[in-house]
């Protein structure tokens, strides 16, 4: 039986459907779709970029499993 991949945005319990792989190859996050939406608007938005690594923090699960991802 194949397990489900939940969500990894901060707080979210959904089932994720999208991988944010890094050039690398990396899987660095799996977002549910309502996730991968904001992130992807967030991307658009360049005049915004604090709020695009607000986004970029919380599709990792938070400061800390960011930080923890770069060690």
Same mark, same amino acid.
């Given at each position: 039986?194949?397990?489900? /991949?939940?969500?990894?945005? &901060?707080? $979210?319990?959904?089932? *994720? /459907?999208? #991988?944010?792989?890094?050039?690398?190859?990396? =899987?660095? %996050?799996?977002? $549910? !779709? !309502?996730?991968?939406?904001?992130? !992807?608007?967030?991307? #658009?938005? /360049?005049?915004?970029? &604090?709020?695009?690594?607000?986004?970029? /923090?919380? *599709?990792?699960?938070? *400061? &800390?499993? %960011?930080?923890?991802?770069? =060690?």
């Amino acid at each position: 039986m194949e397990r489900e /991949i939940k969500c990894t945005w &901060k707080n $979210c319990k959904n089932d *994720a /459907i999208y #991988s944010q792989v890094a050039k690398d190859g990396e =899987v660095w %996050a799996n977002l $549910c !779709e !309502e996730h991968h939406n904001l992130l !992807e608007e967030c991307i #658009s938005d /360049i005049e915004n970029p &604090k709020k695009l690594l607000g986004a970029w /923090i919380k *599709a990792q699960g938070g *400061a &800390k499993r %960011a930080a923890g991802r770069m =060690v």
